[in-house]
């Protein structure tokens, strides 16, 4: 098909930056394609926006695990529930229906969702779920933001203008370089 994107290793890094390295991107390339087939994000819009809203909440792909903080003691069951994946899915409740979603015991097996061909999953239908396409067809990623993020502040704690940036190296990458909505 005209347009799609079928998403490379090098793509990856130069979305990720120069603290993603090129033995990480090859490793997480065929998981994050396979995210994109599974969210139904092959053009470049929402390739773009998918990635760029993975690369920022992974710490350009560094963390699946966030690390515990104080805050991550406060989603609903303690740091067992902390960010995990390419979205970094966070609360207990989050984890029953995700892994209900995508048949895999995450409540009773957190770890499970930073495994790459899971957390491609997981992203996949957290993507789904939350109408993300329709959003990133429209060039809101603003609004994308505030539905990953629960707010879509230029600070603490989006930091949206980073996710921004990340966003339009992903168009630029993909072949669509165009101004936001």
Request: with cysteine; proline share 6%; aromatic share 6%.
């Amino acid at each position: 098909m005209v347009g799609t994107v079928t998403l490379t290793a090098e793509q990856v890094r130069l979305v990720a930056g120069p603290v993603c390295s090129p033995e990480r991107a090859e490793a997480l390339a065929p998981h994050l394609d396979a995210m994109l087939s599974l969210a139904d994000c092959r053009t470049v819009t929402r390739a773009a926006a998918m990635l760029a809203q993975v690369v920022w909440e992974t710490g350009q792909l560094r963390f699946l695990v966030e690390p515990e903080s104080d805050a991550s003691a406060g989603y609903g069951g303690g740091s067992a529930y902390r960010g995990r994946g390419f979205v970094h899915l966070t609360h207990r409740a989050n984890y029953v229906m995700y892994g209900d979603l995508i048949a895999e015991p995450l409540v009773d097996d957190p770890d499970l969702a930073a495994e790459p061909e899971i957390a491609a999953r997981v992203a996949a239908s957290y993507w789904r779920v939350n109408h993300l396409s329709e959003l990133a067809d429209a060039r809101d990623f603003r609004a994308i933001t505030e539905k990953i993020n629960g707010k879509a502040t230029d600070g603490p704690p989006s930091y949206h203008e980073r996710r921004e940036r990340h966003y339009r190296a992903a168009l630029e990458v993909l072949g669509l370089a165009a101004p936001l909505a």
